[in-house]
């Protein structure tokens, strides 16, 4: 269903090419002296009609969209903003930050900060403790389970009904009391729901195990080392939020840089930030979350283009934040967005499969 969703947004928004408007003009990237090298879409040897219809449309059309980039062999093809964007402009990256939080605990396994994610989660989270509900289950929840979002939890952000909604509990006082409090309604492993707190208990564990607040652990252990500056954190609640609980805002150019570590398997100019064991393990599925694969934060999510399904590592935040890699074709794709709580959201996945794949992946 969603797949056709996406289908009737994009045969929509294509059937309203305005030809009349002005006509979208490709220029090649900017150097920016950030560690990215750029080239011009007109040096290679593609197919670009799709892509010159994209942008005029996206340039002179309606739609939600705030940045799209693309990378191809490391280097910045693709590159436009919309509306008030530009380059230097951080952007709320929603459920992105998730991903960003799975490769941070992997950094946090490899140096020894945590042992190993079966462990229960009451091996590093010493404060707060289940007050409430109290359920022998709940003292075999591992951190395995709060990245494969399987705690067993009453905690489900797609069903309103759901005391662990996410929306729910940005209303109370103390997220993560709230959270460890919450009923248990499934066996710990047994079933996948989608659960924004979860993540924010596995953050609260790298902060009281490595004695870092997230956002310094990240500074030190990811940003700096693939020179990402431009970065904070926040989050969209009117209150005081604890650190483990915000958000990443970040460029996109810097989440494209995200990307390239995961193409590159945790290796960043001949220093191994995360290990590649860790990378396999966190993009490779684990559990079903909606029936798509899904890994450490981390999804997989199948393209058809023909006869071929091209699988990428992809992390999604609401609003159209994306991270999309396809380590078999050396591209990275990065989108921004403001469809909020709408399918519009999903546009960007139709312009990979009908404009982007079919223009890049044909070349090899």
Not at 94 to 105: D, G, M, P, T
Not at 186 to 198: A, E, H, L, R
């Amino acid at each position: 269903m969603k797949n056709k969703i996406v289908l009737i947004l994009f045969i929509v928004f294509i059937s309203s090419f305005s030809y009349g408007q002005n006509s979208y003009k490709y220029t090649q990237p900017t150097l920016l002296n950030d560690g990215w090298e750029t080239n011009s879409l007109k040096s290679l040897d593609i197919d670009s009609t799709r892509i010159y219809q994209l942008f005029n449309q996206l340039q002179n059309g309606k739609h939600k969209i705030h940045s799209a980039l693309l990378i191809k062999n490391n280097q910045v093809i693709i590159e436009e903003y919309f509306g008030n964007n530009n380059a230097g402009m951080q952007h709320d990256l929603r459920s992105v930050s998730k991903s960003i939080r799975s490769i941070l605990l992997g950094i946090a396994i490899d140096k020894g900060i945590i042992d190993n994610i079966d462990d229960p989660i009451t091996k590093y989270l010493k404060n707060p403790v289940a007050k409430k509900n109290l359920d022998t289950r709940k003292d075999k929840i591992t951190i395995r389970h709060l990245i494969t979002m399987s705690t067993g939890l009453d905690c489900n952000d797609w069903d309103k009904n759901s005391k662990g909604q996410e929306d729910k509990v940005y209303k109370k006082k103390d997220w993560l009391q709230y959270t460890l409090d919450l009923p248990m309604i499934n066996d710990p492993g047994t079933v996948s729901d989608y659960c924004s707190m979860g993540v924010l208990l596995m953050s609260e564990i790298i902060s009281q195990a490595s004695g870092m607040t997230i956002d310094k652990f990240a500074q030190e252990h990811l940003f700096r080392p693939l020179d990402i500056n431009n970065v904070s954190w926040g989050h969209t609640a009117n209150k005081k939020v604890i650190p483990s609980a915000k958000r990443i805002n970040m460029t996109p150019r810097d989440m494209a840089k995200i990307g390239k570590l995961i193409l590159q398997e945790g290796l960043w100019n001949d220093q191994q930030i995360v290990s590649k064991k860790w990378i396999e393990e966190a993009t490779t599925p684990k559990t079903k979350i909606t029936g798509i694969d899904y890994g450490f934060l981390w999804w997989n999510i199948p393209f058809r283009l023909d006869n071929n399904v091209y699988t990428s590592k992809t992390a999604t935040g609401n609003g159209g934040q994306y991270i999309i890699v396809f380590p078999k074709l050396s591209i990275i794709a990065v989108f921004t967005g403001g469809a909020y709580n709408s399918q519009e959201d999903k546009l960007p996945f139709a312009i990979i499969k009908d404009v982007f794949l079919p223009a890049f992946a044909l070349q090899e």
